[in-house]
């Protein structure tokens, strides 16, 4: 099913929500959710709307605060927004503007129990009565919106929420006698909740900034006039205009013939980056020093800005396998405990003689250990803050399994033309055998006319700087690994490798060949049905960071390996350069098998980088797939991550990444079980009671949190 994906909402501004997409028997709608502290709530809004009849899909992404659901067209939106508002959360559309709330507004029940705890205490300075009575008043009170919520809850299928902890816990101490100390449970739990939100905003906000580097409207060209429209409404093909100072909202190839650009907010450069016309400049990117006009090339919702949030919201589908364990251990983790701590109310009162209250007050101590809050958000708080700070340097990572994977790799293979190199390749050479040079180069243009291969563009362009003019072929087909043949003029021309020409038929130009591929160049054979016509020998250039980065791996013991469907020769060249291994003359199905034997010699993971649709099936069969962010739709599809920048240095850095998350991932597992551990063990033997186990609830999540936004910090190349 397709989803759409805009950062924007297509939702109308009045009370009734309209679709955002109608897919074939359903409705998608899309909200904004407010109020979710962290990862469990969440889970908590996903777990009660699909109990509703009529949801189909439903999907919270708590990274960016959005709700998704496809609705069967007899199923009304209010049905999901009174059932997410009940369990104490508000919607809104996502085109609305946040409105930041008062402090004490936004924390209303803090404020309400900070109010009267302390007027309550200083009541009890003067009369104890009447402080004790405002303690319990700020009691009753104060635990009514933490009942409601957790009716709501347990009605909408969650039994174990930490309302319903709370509320059991602060109501048990008022039956204990304990008014002043379950009236502080409450107070402290607020205040928790405050600090969790205010960790939960920060990890929250490096993605909330790309989503608003793109503008809302655009200077459309219609007729010759600039027209304002909105950003949502342009397709591609049209024509727009960025003035200085100004973003691009979506996608756009440059129509203006020079254009300089910041792109810093995609890419970390600071300097200015010049572009030329024909070139893509990608959604967020600033308009530097004039106006300049671009053709669009993005669809409604699938420019780079979008791509990035999309694939962040989509990680929490796609978890790593510790995530999946941990979600199931927490499952269980509750109930264990919670029958843990009737056993502790029942066992020593019955069978030792001892007395119920102190016991009663250890159980509902335990009782609020029993929420497993830090152990739930330890996982995503680490991958969110991962993807975003990667999302940051340039690279898109598919979820937290892609994620957890980067860290295994011990060999990368890369593709050569336009992962290694340049993909921009020259012609150096044109040989005549049977016809003239610039007849040579007319015949390989017009076969090669609309197509998109590096070399096809070289063979073009090189035509047009001679001035020379060719017709398109007729008949055009390709020949898969090997080459393209059409007809010209009533001719068979074929462009091919010249393996796949028979040495007497290449007779002297055979040694002129090897010669050019020592070199470094590529090679292509132009023939007709009887002769070879002529030859054409193109060199491209290795990346600026390609030998940087090379090093780089090696240097945290990752191997590098080259697999190209070039020849022999102009592999060495490149490898040589590179100082590493290389398997030449592979067709997409022998990368694959080179892939697999690779994968058979090596005890770690082996990913595969490369940008073209012959490399989709190598990036699928790796463990891990790397595609070049300006490649094919194919092996972008197909990949697990994408270098959005085409900076091969971030391959390192990606690494790197997900060993550090695994790394602040185990710490946060160990922080949020420690702290659990030690309030339990506390809590038996009389040393901590409730407010300690507050203490330990909302400080762990909080703990957590800003361990994670340590992924955050920008790297060191």
């Given at each position: 099913?397709?989803?759409?994906?805009?950062?924007?909402?297509?939702?109308?501004?009045?009370?009734?929500?309209?679709?955002?997409?109608?897919?074939?028997?359903?409705?998608?709608?899309?909200?904004?959710?407010?109020?979710?502290?962290?990862?469990?709530?969440?889970?908590?809004?996903e777990?009660?709307?699909?109990?509703?009849?009529?949801?189909?899909?439903v999907?919270?992404a708590?990274?960016?605060?959005?709700?998704?659901?496809?609705?069967?067209?007899?199923?009304?939106?209010?049905?999901?927004?009174?059932?997410?508002?009940?369990?104490?959360f508000?919607?809104?559309?996502?085109?609305?503007?946040?409105?930041?709330?008062?402090?004490?507004?936004?924390?209303?029940?803090?404020?309400?129990?900070?109010?009267?705890?302390?007027?309550?205490?200083?009541?009890?300075?003067?009369?104890?009565?009447?402080?004790?009575?405002?303690?319990?008043?700020?009691?009753?009170?104060?635990?009514?919106?933490f009942?409601?919520?957790?009716?709501?809850q347990?009605?909408?299928?969650?039994?174990?929420?930490?309302?319903?902890?709370?509320?059991?816990?602060?109501?048990?101490?008022?039956?204990?006698?304990?008014?002043?100390?379950a009236?502080?449970?409450?107070?402290?739990?607020?205040?928790?909740?405050?600090?969790?939100?205010?960790?939960?905003?920060?990890?929250?906000?490096?993605?909330?900034?790309?989503?608003?580097?793109?503008?809302?409207?655009?200077?459309?060209?219609?007729?010759?006039?600039?027209?304002?429209?909105?950003?949502?409404?342009?397709?591609?093909?049209?024509?727009?205009?960025?003035?200085?100072?100004?973003?691009?909202?979506?996608?756009?190839?440059?129509?203006?013939?020079?254009?300089?650009?910041?792109?810093?907010?995609?890419t970390?450069?600071?300097?200015?980056?010049?572009?030329?016309?024909?070139?893509?400049?990608?959604?967020?990117?600033?308009?530097?020093?004039?106006?300049?006009?671009?053709?669009?090339?993005?669809?409604?919702?699938?420019?780079?800005?979008d791509r990035?949030?999309?694939?962040?919201?989509?990680?929490?589908?796609?978890?790593?396998?510790?995530?999946?364990?941990?979600?199931?251990?927490s499952?269980?983790?509750?109930?264990?405990?919670?029958?843990?701590?009737?056993l502790?109310?029942?066992?020593?009162?019955?069978?030792?003689?001892?007395?119920?209250?102190?016991?009663?007050?250890?159980a509902?101590?335990?009782?609020l250990?029993?929420?497993?809050?830090?152990?739930?958000?330890?996982?995503?708080?680490?991958?969110?803050?991962?993807?975003?700070?990667?999302?940051?340097?340039?690279?898109?990572i598919?979820?937290?399994?892609?994620?957890?994977?980067?860290?295994?790799?011990k060999?990368?293979?890369?593709?050569?033309?336009?992962?290694?190199?340049?993909?921009?390749?020259?012609?150096?050479?044109?040989?005549?055998?049977?016809?003239?040079?610039?007849?040579?180069?007319?015949?390989?243009?017009?076969?090669?006319?609309?197509?998109?291969?590096?070399?096809?563009?070289?063979?073009?362009?090189?035509?047009?700087?001679?001035?020379?003019?060719?017709?398109?072929?007729?008949?055009?087909?390709?020949?898969?690994?090997?080459?393209?043949?059409?007809?010209?003029?009533?001719?068979?021309?074929?462009?091919?490798?010249?393996?796949?020409?028979?040495?007497?038929?290449?007779?002297?130009?055979?040694?002129?060949?090897?010669?050019?591929?020592?070199?470094?160049?590529?090679v292509v054979?132009?023939?007709?049905?009887?002769?070879?016509?002529?030859?054409?020998?193109?060199?491209?250039?290795?990346?600026?960071?390609?030998?940087?980065?090379?090093?780089?791996?090696?240097?945290?013991?990752?191997?590098?390996?080259?697999?190209?469907?070039?020849?022999?020769?102009?592999?060495?060249?490149?490898?040589?350069?590179?100082?590493i291994?290389?398997?030449?003359?592979?067709?997409?199905?022998?990368?694959?098998?080179?892939?697999?034997?690779?994968q058979?010699?090596?005890?770690?993971?082996?990913a595969?980088?490369?940008?073209?649709?012959?490399?989709?099936?190598?990036?699928?069969?790796?463990?891990?797939g790397?595609?070049?962010?300006?490649?094919?739709?194919?092996?972008l599809?197909?990949?697990?991550?994408?270098?959005?920048?085409?900076?091969?240095?971030?391959?390192p850095?990606?690494?790197?990444?997900?060993?550090?998350?695994?790394?602040?991932?185990?710490?946060n597992?160990?922080?949020?079980?420690?702290?659990?551990?030690?309030?339990?063990?506390?809590?038996?033997?009389?040393?901590?009671?409730?407010?300690?186990?507050?203490?330990?609830?909302?400080?762990?999540?909080?703990?957590v949190?800003?361990?994670?936004?340590?992924?955050?910090?920008?790297?060191?190349?």
């Amino acid at each position: 099913m397709s989803t759409c994906t805009t950062t924007k909402s297509c939702c109308s501004k009045e009370k009734v929500v309209q679709p955002v997409t109608s897919i074939e028997a359903t409705t998608r709608y899309k909200w904004s959710v407010g109020g979710m502290d962290c990862a469990s709530c969440a889970a908590k809004i996903e777990k009660a709307l699909a109990t509703i009849s009529g949801v189909k899909q439903v999907r919270v992404a708590f990274a960016t605060e959005r709700l998704l659901v496809d609705l069967d067209p007899a199923t009304s939106p209010d049905t999901i927004q009174k059932t997410v508002e009940q369990l104490g959360f508000t919607l809104k559309n996502t085109d609305q503007a946040d409105k930041e709330e008062p402090l004490w507004k936004a924390h209303s029940t803090f404020t309400l129990l900070a109010v009267l705890m302390t007027l309550a205490s200083i009541f009890m300075l003067f009369d104890p009565a009447w402080g004790s009575f405002g303690f319990l008043l700020a009691t009753v009170l104060g635990v009514m919106p933490f009942a409601k919520k957790s009716l709501n809850q347990i009605r909408n299928g969650s039994w174990f929420g930490i309302e319903t902890l709370m509320t059991v816990a602060a109501l048990g101490a008022l039956i204990l006698g304990e008014t002043v100390e379950a009236g502080l449970v409450l107070l402290l739990f607020s205040l928790g909740e405050m600090l969790e939100g205010f960790a939960g905003r920060k990890a929250k906000a490096g993605i909330k900034s790309l989503m608003q580097l793109t503008p809302d409207t655009a200077w459309k060209i219609q007729d010759g006039e600039r027209i304002e429209v909105p950003a949502d409404f342009l397709v591609p093909g049209e024509l727009i205009e960025v003035l200085p100072g100004d973003r691009l909202p979506v996608d756009a190839i440059l129509h203006s013939s020079l254009g300089s650009f910041d792109e810093s907010a995609l890419t970390g450069e600071s300097i200015p980056v010049n572009r030329e016309a024909g070139e893509k400049i990608m959604a967020g990117s600033m308009v530097v020093d004039k106006p300049v006009r671009l053709t669009v090339e993005s669809e409604p919702g699938e420019n780079a800005i979008d791509r990035i949030v999309t694939l962040i919201e989509e990680a929490e589908e796609r978890r790593a396998p510790i995530a999946r364990m941990v979600d199931k251990f927490s499952a269980w983790y509750t109930p264990l405990v919670m029958g843990f701590a009737t056993l502790v109310l029942i066992i020593p009162p019955l069978f030792a003689g001892a007395a119920w209250t102190p016991w009663a007050y250890k159980a509902l101590t335990l009782l609020l250990i029993a929420c497993p809050c830090a152990l739930v958000v330890s996982i995503p708080a680490a991958v969110t803050s991962a993807l975003a700070s990667a999302a940051r340097f340039g690279a898109l990572i598919k979820g937290g399994a892609a994620l957890e994977q980067l860290r295994e790799i011990k060999k990368l293979a890369f593709d050569k033309t336009g992962t290694l190199t340049e993909g921009k390749p020259r012609v150096t050479r044109v040989v005549s055998v049977h016809e003239q040079e610039d007849q040579i180069l007319s015949l390989a243009s017009a076969i090669e006319m609309g197509s998109s291969h590096p070399l096809a563009t070289a063979i073009i362009d090189e035509t047009k700087s001679r001035s020379l003019t060719f017709s398109e072929a007729t008949d055009i087909r390709v020949l898969t690994g090997r080459g393209v043949e059409g007809t010209v003029a009533g001719r068979t021309i074929k462009i091919v490798a010249p393996r796949y020409i028979d040495d007497k038929d290449l007779g002297e130009h055979k040694t002129t060949i090897e010669s050019l591929e020592s070199e470094g160049n590529t090679v292509v054979v132009v023939k007709d049905e009887e002769n070879v016509l002529g030859l054409i020998g193109l060199a491209d250039t290795l990346r600026e960071d390609a030998i940087k980065a090379i090093r780089k791996l090696k240097s945290i013991g990752v191997e590098s390996v080259m697999l190209t469907g070039d020849n022999r020769r102009a592999a060495a060249a490149i490898a040589g350069k590179l100082g590493i291994d290389y398997k030449a003359e592979l067709l997409p199905e022998d990368k694959v098998k080179a892939v697999q034997a690779i994968q058979a010699q090596n005890k770690g993971a082996v990913a595969m980088v490369g940008d073209g649709i012959n490399d989709a099936p190598a990036l699928k069969t790796a463990e891990l797939g790397i595609a070049m962010g300006r490649g094919s739709d194919v092996a972008l599809e197909t990949a697990d991550a994408a270098l959005t920048h085409e900076r091969l240095i971030e391959l390192p850095h990606m690494i790197q990444l997900s060993q550090n998350t695994a790394r602040i991932t185990r710490q946060n597992i160990g922080l949020a079980l420690g702290i659990n551990t030690l309030f339990l063990l506390t809590t038996l033997f009389g040393v901590t009671g409730l407010m300690a186990a507050v203490l330990s609830d909302a400080g762990g999540t909080v703990l957590v949190t800003l361990n994670a936004l340590r992924l955050m910090k920008k790297q060191k190349n």
